[in-house]
């Protein structure tokens, strides 16, 4: 086999004319992509504007959803009503699968996977979030993304069309429309 002189000016030439072109890589911290519809990303646990706590009703139904069993939830019940009050929830974020089934099952769309995507920490420990670090989550989501925290529900688990008396009670308020 012989190589002629014919393909390697060809292939000098194809260097040539990548060099010149349009870059198509981001700048990454300069230039954030917009994530896409459905996109689910840093979890985070919804903040009740009147109470400032969070709205999970410790229901239990998100832990036990959850195919990569990376929810752990406490509660204790009150006395007298038998409400229960949540004491711990905790997400295992690198254990997480980013399936979303704890976000579709939740009766009070307490728990929600935000459209941020930004996880970087040098420990595991950074990525291990406890309730506090949860509404933290959501509420650095909602400074950055300017949703109004009242009617706040990924677009996709409500979209543009769909018929709002076959959602859960909490989604069928009117949604950012995207």
Same mark, same amino acid.
């Given at each position: @086999? +012989?190589?002629?002189?014919? @393909?390697?000016?060809?292939?000098?030439?194809?260097?040539?004319?990548?060099?010149?072109?349009? #870059?198509?890589?981001?700048?990454?911290?300069?230039?954030?992509?917009?994530?896409?519809?459905?996109?689910?990303?840093?979890?985070? %646990? &919804?903040?009740?504007?009147?109470?400032?706590? #969070?709205?999970?009703?410790?229901?239990?139904?998100?832990?036990?959803?959850?195919?990569?069993?990376?929810?752990?939830?406490?509660?204790?019940?009150?006395?007298?009503?038998?409400?229960?009050?949540?004491?711990?929830?905790?997400?295992?974020? %690198?254990?997480?699968?980013?399936?979303?089934?704890?976000?579709? &099952?939740?009766?009070?769309?307490?728990?929600?996977?935000?459209? #941020?995507?930004?996880?970087?920490?040098? +420990?595991?420990?950074?990525?291990?979030?406890?309730?506090?670090?949860? %509404?933290?989550? =959501?509420?650095?989501?909602?400074?950055? #993304?300017?949703?109004?925290?009242?009617?706040?529900?990924? /677009?996709? =688990?409500?979209?543009?069309?769909?018929?709002?008396?076959?959602?859960?009670? /909490?989604?069928?308020?009117?949604? /950012?429309?995207?």
């Amino acid at each position: @086999e +012989t190589i002629f002189l014919v @393909e390697i000016f060809q292939g000098l030439a194809l260097t040539l004319r990548q060099m010149f072109s349009k #870059s198509i890589t981001r700048q990454y911290p300069t230039e954030k992509r917009q994530p896409l519809l459905g996109f689910r990303g840093k979890q985070a %646990l &919804v903040r009740d504007p009147d109470t400032g706590e #969070s709205k999970c009703v410790a229901c239990l139904r998100c832990a036990t959803v959850c195919p990569s069993q990376c929810i752990a939830i406490t509660f204790h019940e009150e006395e007298g009503t038998g409400r229960r009050l949540l004491d711990r929830y905790e997400i295992e974020a %690198l254990r997480c699968i980013y399936c979303g089934y704890c976000e579709e &099952v939740c009766p009070v769309n307490a728990v929600v996977l935000t459209e #941020s995507y930004e996880y970087s920490a040098y +420990t595991r420990e950074k990525n291990y979030f406890i309730k506090e670090d949860l %509404l933290e989550n =959501w509420d650095r989501f909602l400074a950055e #993304s300017k949703h109004d925290p009242a009617a706040y529900v990924n /677009p996709f =688990w409500r979209p543009r069309g769909t018929d709002p008396e076959t959602l859960a009670g /909490p989604r069928r308020r009117p949604g /950012p429309e995207a």
